[in-house]
């Protein structure tokens, strides 16, 4: 950008003094005289009630974009009007001076889905510019909340409304007739690695630059995590379809397992007091539950990449669920199941490298280390850690209306789905399979699995 000066000004200013400091002094200088005469500068000040208003499914909350080109159709409808304006002869409408269209598509197919593209169409112009939320850099993860303030004078009301996706749209130039890319290139899209591609880059690195020490413990790491790779899980299926199950060594086997279970009612009729969840989760202990509430509260999507496979699965559940106290209680429960989860991980071998980052608040925490830890111990006693298990359990049976699938909390709880069963039947579950799968349903009243134990000879 280049700065043209008046000659006048030149000619009286001083070679030692920039126009920028002249400004400054007589601006200084007129305040000076302002308060030498009395006069004092006088604010504005507005009281007015401030309004949030939520995220609404069937309406599209305010878009934000801008035009990376730099493209402003403020003083592009300005200058067409000037143009307009200095042609004496052309009568002829200019639609050059019309305010460019705005047209935002929103995904119909997918109700829950919060894709949106915007397109601004110039007028007179073949170039359209186009942005998206789940492309380019829309696809990017946003830390920050983003509203839009808009203040009414006439009734001193401050209205806050959230960002459409919590997204701010870049709008890119396209050209009509010209085909582009449905997909975006993996230069433009920058997205956060995953927990196994860090692992898988790390593991690389050690392979380059390492010492051998440093390899070595690598290679101990890796085979004790053997049980993730996908093709050890597949040969481990199948050679457990080939085994044919001992019942009564399973049974046998119960003994070995200490039942520490939750607080119950073992006469209740209906199973959400079997195992009611003011034992399980105290009073004091909701407000610090609230993290996932909150941000569904906003219109801002929960990060899963760290969250247990039982929540990550469902999680899109809460949306469906109108009552609002029934979605606070379901999203404060999937909120404990992680912290105790990760809390599991923190004393194992296997899982603290996911767990060492996670927050879990101080009264959760005190409570957790008086319940499932001793005191000096950097292990879990085994029937601590059958005690944890069994509160992880109880609450996904509270998740899943008291019939869930285990798989994916097997997974959480680095446990095969066999020695998992075995935990569920020591809750009063029962078994049984509907097309392949395998559930657990907890009936009432509870009745608990008798241990038998063999005689010596």
């Not at 000040?45 to 403020?74: C, L, R, W």
Request: glycine share 4%; charged share 30%.
């Amino acid at each position: 950008m280049e700065f043209v000066q008046n000659p006048e000004m030149q000619e009286e200013r001083e070679d030692t003094k920039s126009p920028e400091t002249i400004s400054k002094k007589s601006s200084k200088k007129r305040k000076r005289e302002r308060k030498h005469d009395g006069e004092e500068e006088k604010r504005e000040e507005i009281h007015a009630t401030i309004k949030y208003i939520t995220a609404q499914p069937d309406k599209v909350p305010p878009v934000v974009a801008y035009f990376s080109s730099g493209y402003n159709p403020v003083v592009e409808t300005q200058r067409n009007q000037e143009t307009y304006n200095n042609g004496v002869n052309d009568q002829s409408p200019n639609k050059n001076l019309e305010a460019p269209r705005v047209k935002i598509y929103r995904n119909k197919v997918e109700k829950k889905s919060n894709r949106l593209q915007v397109v601004v169409s110039p007028p007179g112009s073949k170039v359209e510019f186009v942005g998206s939320n789940f492309a380019g850099e829309g696809a990017t993860r946003q830390v920050c909340v983003y509203t839009l303030g808009v203040l009414d004078k006439e009734t001193n009301t401050l209205k806050i409304v959230p960002i459409a996706s919590n997204k701010i749209i870049r709008l890119e130039p396209r050209v009509g007739g010209l085909d582009y890319d449905k997909e975006p290139s993996s230069v433009s899209v920058k997205t956060e690695l995953s927990a196994e591609q860090r692992a898988d880059r790390m593991r690389e690195l050690t392979n380059l630059y390492g010492t051998k020490k440093s390899i070595s413990q690598a290679k101990k790491r890796r085979a004790l995590n053997q049980g993730d790779d996908p093709e050890s899980q597949k040969i481990l299926d199948s050679k457990i379809k080939e085994v044919e199950i001992n019942m009564e060594a399973l049974e046998s086997s119960n003994a070995l397992i200490a039942r520490n279970i939750p607080p119950y009612d073992s006469s209740a009729t209906d199973p959400k007091d079997a195992y009611p969840l003011d034992k399980i989760i105290l009073n004091g202990e909701w407000a610090y539950l609230e993290d996932i509430y909150k941000l569904l509260q906003i219109g801002r999507e929960v990060a899963t990449d760290s969250c247990p496979a039982f929540i990550r699965n469902r999680i899109y559940k809460l949306h469906d669920i109108k009552d609002e106290t029934e979605k606070k209680t379901r999203a404060c429960i999937f909120s404990f199941i992680g912290h105790l989860v990760k809390f599991k991980d923190l004393y194992s071998l296997d899982g603290f490298s996911s767990a060492k980052d996670h927050k879990i608040p101080n009264i959760l925490r005190n409570r957790f280390s008086s319940v499932f830890s001793e005191a000096g111990s950097k292990r879990l006693p085994v029937d601590k850690i059958n005690l944890l298990i069994s509160y992880v359990l109880v609450l996904t049976l509270h998740v899943d209306e008291f019939r869930t699938d285990p798989s994916d909390i097997a997974k959480d709880l680095r446990m095969s789905p066999i020695t998992l069963r075995s935990h569920f039947e020591n809750l009063g579950c029962k078994f049984s399979r509907e097309k392949s799968l395998l559930f657990a349903t907890l009936p009432v009243p509870l009745k608990f699995p008798s241990v038998r134990q063999r005689r010596r000879r």
